[in-house]
């Protein structure tokens, strides 16, 4: 069964930057667009950053110009490069992925959702 764990959270100061990893690992599978989310204390989940299998990406306003996302579809990796960040960053930060999982039954669509990793941003 496929699963996604992400990695590299943890505290800084603002203006510190991090970089967040996201691998997908268990069984056959063909990864799609991928994606990050967040969700901070008290409010819900909201997208950060998108990337198609081709590289095309997608970053909402708040984070533009400061976090980068890329990934290696060799390594079956998204990363996340947080730069410049804020306490309004601080969250927990989700990965998804949509893929082709195969199986003896042939291919089935799935959305995989990581464990998310937490990201605080404190002086």
């Known amino acids: 069964q496929v699963r996604l764990v992400e990695s590299g959270g943890g505290l800084t100061q603002p203006g510190g930057s991090l970089a967040l990893s996201c691998v997908a690992s268990?069984?056959?599978?063909?990864?799609?667009?991928m994606v990050w989310y967040r969700q901070a204390p008290g409010k819900e989940r909201e997208l950060v950053a998108t990337i198609t299998s081709g590289g095309t990406t997608n970053y909402t306003d708040s984070v533009a110009g400061r976090f980068t996302v890329s990934r290696d579809n060799a390594k079956n990796t998204m990363y996340l490069q947080l730069n410049n960040l804020k306490p309004e960053d601080t969250a927990v930060y989700y990965c998804?992925?949509?893929?082709?999982?195969?199986?003896?039954?042939?291919?089935?669509?799935?959305?995989?959702w990581g464990q998310g990793t937490l990201v605080t941003v404190s002086s």
């Open positions: 268990g069984g056959m599978f063909s990864l799609n667009t």
């Open positions: 998804k992925a949509n893929l082709w999982e195969r199986s003896t039954a042939g291919y089935k669509f799935l959305e995989v």
